[in-house]
């Protein structure tokens, strides 16, 4: 009983001495994972913290867009200056329409990633993967 006592008492040690060092890595996390729009509904539904943003221009968003999502049109000149206005500990999903390599929302991700932000993925395949899934969207008609 003791030795189970003793190897309890090494194991929270080493736990407690461990794990700040791999917080900290997290929050140097420079690159931005992509999931798919199925763990993104997922996510989404599970996590009070997270927040969809569509990056895309404000007439593409009236149109349709994911339920409950932000628009921060990336092509807008003070996008930096409205996504510093963002709660940087909150966990943000990005995407355009498509999300190519090189589209919007890869712009709008490299600048928040300059802005501090650490929490962030790329929706794989934008909003067309989401409606193509048949994933809540809220329509100009709704």
Same mark, same amino acid.
């Given at each position: 009983? %003791?030795? =189970?006592?003793?190897?309890s008492?090494?194991?929270?040690?080493?736990?407690?001495?461990?794990?700040?060092v791999?917080?900290?890595?997290?929050?140097? %996390?420079?690159?931005?994972?992509?999931?798919?729009?199925?763990?993104?509904?997922?996510?989404?539904?599970?996590?009070?913290?997270?927040?969809?943003?569509?990056?895309?221009t404000? @007439?593409? +968003?009236?149109?349709?867009h =994911?339920?409950?999502?932000?628009?921060?049109n990336?092509?807008d000149?003070?996008?930096?200056?409205? @996504?510093?206005a963002?709660?940087?500990?909150?966990? +943000?999903i990005v995407?355009?329409? %498509?999300?190519p390599?090189?589209?919007?929302?890869?712009?709008?991700?490299?600048?928040?990633?300059?802005?501090?932000?650490?929490?962030? +993925?790329?929706?794989?395949?934008? +909003?067309?993967?989401? %409606?193509e @899934?048949?994933?809540?969207?809220?329509?100009?008609?709704?």
């Amino acid at each position: 009983m %003791k030795s =189970i006592n003793v190897l309890s008492g090494l194991l929270l040690t080493v736990s407690l001495t461990v794990m700040p060092v791999v917080h900290a890595g997290d929050s140097d %996390k420079t690159t931005t994972e992509t999931i798919d729009v199925t763990t993104a509904q997922e996510y989404v539904d599970t996590h009070e913290d997270a927040i969809v943003i569509d990056v895309r221009t404000p @007439a593409e +968003y009236d149109m349709s867009h =994911i339920t409950n999502s932000v628009n921060v049109n990336v092509q807008d000149e003070s996008f930096a200056e409205m @996504a510093a206005a963002l709660d940087p500990q909150k966990t +943000y999903i990005v995407h355009c329409t %498509k999300n190519p390599a090189d589209g919007r929302s890869s712009r709008a991700l490299e600048t928040l990633r300059e802005l501090g932000f650490r929490n962030l +993925y790329s929706l794989e395949g934008g +909003y067309v993967a989401w %409606k193509e @899934a048949e994933l809540p969207l809220t329509d100009a008609d709704q």
